[in-house]
């Protein structure tokens, strides 16, 4: 982060912070000092994973936008937002003729359009205060193309995209934005995708032997990076994808 210290009253908001990847940044920030306002539609673990990390919980549907930023507006009320991890996100395996308007239309609404409206949320605060970090957790599908990912690979190179924009847009304003690109973590998201598989263990290795380390990445893997490059230590990541894939886009 740039600027001055983070003033105490400082929020750090966490979206998709119910389960996986976004539990688990949260449980990393909430180590690092960071005061949490946690969001996800799933309101039952997300008031789980408030409890254990000090933060406060906020059940909205990033699907629905201007009822999520009413939400959001009204749980503010006024406190700073120094940090950002868009994190919440939705995928389904589909090839384009598997691909439905309802799975295109949902996957761009949570996973870009959400991104996009949570980051017009906070930063006019940001600009004026002169400070502030967002990570938005996009993919490695949003460098490369993974098969039956139509939908879910546009929404995520969106991200990447936003992401830049923003960044080009705030530099010198204390403001950076950056992209989190993971390859496969071990999350309930995978235990989802290879379910309805005829062999879903079939499925998982084919998973971990696209990647070169040969096993799938762990959320608290992913989590460690995003806490360090929204610190003050990860400063100099601005407008990048910070890929965390063990090898899966180097080949
Ligand atoms: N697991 C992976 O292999 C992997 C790889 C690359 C990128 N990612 C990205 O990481 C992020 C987290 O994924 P994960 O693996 O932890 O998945 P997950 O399913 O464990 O967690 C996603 C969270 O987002 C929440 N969410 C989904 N739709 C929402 C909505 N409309 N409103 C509010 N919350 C909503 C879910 O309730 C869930 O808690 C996603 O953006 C995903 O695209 C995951």
């Known amino acids: 982060m740039t600027g001055p210290a983070r003033p105490a009253a400082a929020l750090t908001v966490v979206t998709g912070a119910a389960s996986g990847i976004g539990r688990a940044t949260a449980s990393a920030l909430a180590e690092a000092g960071h005061r949490l306002l946690l969001l996800d539609r799933d309101a039952t673990p997300l008031a789980a994973v408030a409890g254990g990390t000090g933060g406060t919980a906020l059940a909205v549907d990033l699907a629905d936008g201007p009822a999520t930023d009413a939400l959001v507006r009204e749980a503010l009320a006024g406190t700073p937002v120094d940090v950002l991890v868009n994190c919440a996100g939705v995928g389904w395996p589909a090839d384009t003729a598997e691909t439905t308007d309802e799975l295109w239309e949902t996957t761009l609404a949570v996973n870009l359009s959400g991104t996009f409206r949570m980051c017009r949320l906070v930063l006019p605060g940001m600009v004026e205060r002169g400070r502030g970090v967002i990570a938005n957790v996009a993919s490695a599908g949003a460098l490369v193309g993974l098969r039956r990912r139509v939908a879910y690979c546009a929404s995520k190179a969106g991200v990447?995209?936003?992401?830049?924009?923003?960044?080009?847009?705030?530099?010198?304003?204390?403001?950076?934005?950056?992209?989190?690109?993971?390859?496969?973590?071990?999350?309930?998201?995978?235990?989802?995708?290879?379910?309805?598989?005829?062999?879903?263990?079939?499925?998982?290795?084919?998973?971990?032997?696209?990647?070169?380390?040969?096993?799938?990445?762990?959320?608290?893997?992913?989590?460690?990076?995003?806490?360090?490059?929204?610190?003050?230590?990860?400063?100099?990541?601005?407008?990048?994808?910070?890929?965390?894939?063990?090898g899966l886009t180097a080949v």
């Open 160 to 246: 990447l995209g936003l992401t830049r924009a923003l960044a080009a847009d705030h530099a010198g304003q204390g403001v950076r934005v950056f992209a989190v690109c993971p390859g496969t973590v071990d999350t309930p998201w995978v235990d989802r995708m290879v379910h309805d598989e005829p062999d879903p263990e079939a499925v998982r290795r084919r998973m971990r032997e696209r990647q070169l380390d040969g096993r799938l990445g762990s959320p608290e893997e992913v989590a460690g990076w995003i806490a360090f490059a929204v610190s003050d230590q990860g400063r100099f990541l601005n407008g990048a994808p910070l890929v965390i894939d063990g």
